[in-house]
């Protein structure tokens, strides 16, 4: 039987094995494994690559929200969706600020104007939009409706590397990007890392500074920060696997295509709609199906592993009991959650198995 991986990561490293070699033997070479030339380059590229003023290099991407949101000052109530993985939404209180959860758009399952309107209030301060799944949000609207109201816009855009609206990077609307380079994410390190990126020189030095346990030079301490700096090794082999970050994300488009093609004629399948002239980066392809452990179960003993983000949305998980919700609150988000599955999707998977994938699903859907 064939065996079909959710994720292989072992095809990318190998298309870019030696120049990860060289670099990591470089950092070592140099012993420069904090702040060594590499970070600099790789922040340098990166920013170059996102089409935005500064990157700063972090430890991951849940450090990049809090030190993000510590940087943007104004203190009160945040908005932010229930269907994301918890740092977009735990970060909030770490520092302060009170979460408040509004729904997702029924069709695109990402947050809408409307969503973010209806629970817009004087004590909001500012909102963390997550471009879900490598799929854009409305940014360009809901950055409009912040300016026009004074509050912050992080893009939460951890899921999000390369994926453009109007032809334009998102992670470039708000007043602060955020990235994660987990493993798995469209761009990993080999461990935890992550970036904020930002138009605004204020901004930037500010985050570098609480990243970098608020310094200004080696012993002078300017404002109270963290640790949180980006590893030279990790910056090496992001740096190395940045050359081909445009390329992995067009073979995840093809791979995405053949699913819309044959998924979309299966009534039992439910898509996504992507949002007009958006151009996704397809870090996961979620779908929704009825009875979802019979349909995972199913692909599984035909040799197909998939996942699912997230099983249990974020308002009804304990760490956020505090708040009060209830199963209802949210209903498009606790739709998605209790009905995604992700389906395998990953540079250089083979187009048979992605033909085989959708072969399966045909035949479960015929038998049910
Ligand atoms: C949308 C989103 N935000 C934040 C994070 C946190 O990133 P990290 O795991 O690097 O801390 C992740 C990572 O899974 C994510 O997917």
Redesign the pocket.
Known sequence: MKEVKFNDLTLQIHKINDLINENIQIVINSNAFIKGNFVKQFEDNFKKYSNVKHAIGVS????A?LIAMESLKSKGEVLVQPT??V??ASMIPRIGNEVKFIDVDKDSWQISLDNVSDKFSKEVVGIIG?H?YGFAFDVENISNFMKKNNIWMIE?S??SHGAKINGRNTGTFGDIATY???PGKNLGAFG?A?AITTDDDDLATLCRKLADGGRLSKYEHEILGWNSRLDTIHAAVLDAKLTLLEEWNIERRKIAKIYDDTLSNIEQVTLPVKLKNTDPVYHIYPILVENRENFINYLRDEGVSTGIHYPIPLHLQKAFSYLGHKEGDFPNSEKICFNEVSLPIFPYMEEDDVYYVCEKIKQYFKKT
């Open positions: 991951n991407g849940t450090d929200l994301t993985y740092a977009s997550v879900l939460d951890a899921q994660s380079f987990f935890d992550g």
